[in-house]
């Protein structure tokens, strides 16, 4: 039986293409800026974002972590939604390492805080409070089930932070999971912000590896934080070459994963005792809940671990499945019978 894994878009494995252009790269030591392939990926990824510069770390949580330590010092506040990806499952680093103090505001369904929330949040200066630098928002949102916030949406977080005198990071994880839902360049939604992490790792497929980009200044302070962290690399090209291919062959197929995320949203809500709003999926990650009596998700997942379909649990209640390169639609209607199968055997 061949196991289908929707656990989540970092499970993918790297492209044949990739494969051959990691064994070939040019390499050199990354520390002195001497590696070719880091050169080569960081000024294409700069060019993506339609920023002055990029850097390549090794996560998406280095990511979030290197740009926040670069836009704050000690004590000061950065505000983001309460199901941030940053607040919830990034160990609290940016406080335990950075002393930043995080203050969360509700995050709406579609992903974006409560921007009236976040107004009212934002500090006066006084001796006892903290100072706040920074807000961030998530594009697309992991928790908020990949919804896709639009270029309006981030311009008003902008507008607010200009006019407050605050930069905006994103956590753009699967910001081109965005770009290609929305039809538009992403670097319009990039233009938005201050800073963007992006992965390389998850949708795209490469084996390692994120981006941070920015303004030349900012990226030479993530350079130096980069380095404290332990994440300065030495032959990095041989991350960097994959990380080359994702954008350049990665980001259009996208699309497949969004309609096989719906294409299981619907044939989702079609099974007894699973709950579900397929018009809510805009992206590659869907949430969804089961019910009736004595139906538990451990066991559900139990089930469906034994029939070969991997899923994150996410809560007591709900289940995340998340599609990506690898997984077709042949994959998605096999997964349906299986679970189908599964919640009939547990509802008897
Ligand atoms: N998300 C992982 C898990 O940690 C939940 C996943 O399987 O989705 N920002 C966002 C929005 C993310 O979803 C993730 C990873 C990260 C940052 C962190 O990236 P990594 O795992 O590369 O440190």
Redesign the pocket.
Known sequence: MQEIDL????VTQPTAAMRQAMYEAELGDDVYGEDPTVNRLEALAAERMGKEAALLV???????LVSLLTHCGRGDEIIMGDK???F???AGGVSALGGIHVRTVPNLDDGMPDLAAMERAIRAENIHFPRTRALTI?N????CGGAVLSVEQMASVKRLAELRGLVVHL????IFNAAVALGVPVSDLAAQVDSV?F?L??GLSAPV??IIAGSADFIQGARRNRKIVGGGMRQAGIIAAAGIVALEQMVERLAEDHENAYRLALGLAEIPGIVIEPDKVKTN?LFFGVEGDGVETTEVAAALTERGVLL?Q?DPTRF?A?THYGITAEDIDEALVRIAEAMRELAN
Do not use: L, P, W, Y
Request: hydrophobic share 20%; with cysteine.
């Open positions: 656990r989540s878009d970092t090794s996560s998406g949580t280095m990511g979030n941030a990806h940053t919830v499952s990034e998530e697309t949102h992991n928790f956590d753009g994880a699967r992490q992965c790792s998850k590896g994120s990650i994150a996410t995340r998340v």
